[in-house]
């Protein structure tokens, strides 16, 4: 492994950490309502869990309520039910095979826990991208141990290593502020 070879794998790796740490912020509600809100929910279907967007429909009906079209009649007690024992704190309504779910508007409150939420989900992505770094730091000390590069373009290494690991977690801190400001907004 080369030292090109590190850094593309940690920009990789690295680039990865912020698409997960972007799908995390999706799944906080924002008093808005979002189909993704429902992703984490599954749902018992023939002996097996599965998420609800594969045994219903998901689409919104307007800016607060989401709306689950279940495909089999029997299946829409079990979406409900799995709904409402989620830890979203959502209260569905069944009318026939149709599931409304209303988003209910954030007090305070749940707007400061969900402030702690998103930023514990930020300083998670950035202890992975810290942890990417060091990953790439060892291997660079392997290879220098290994006489395969030279103490220069080792020090080379790690500098570029901690210029890609601030550029990342700046990145996260702008995603983290975007979502503070979001939730916060009444």
Known sequence: MSIADIKKNAEAKMAKSIEAFKNELQ?????????GILDQVHVEYYGSMVPISQVANVSLLDARTISVQVWEKPMAAKVEKAIRESDLGLNPSAQGELIRVPMPPLSEERRRDLVKVTKGAGEDAKVA???????ANEHAKK???DKAITEDEERRCLDE?????DKTVAEIDKLLQAKETEILAV
């Open 143 to 145: 290879l220098l141990k």
């Open 27 to 35: 799944k906080i509600r924002t008093g808005r309502a979002h189909p």
């Open 161 to 165: 290593m901690q210029k890609l690991t």
């Open 129 to 135: 991208v810290r942890n990417l770094r060091r990953d």
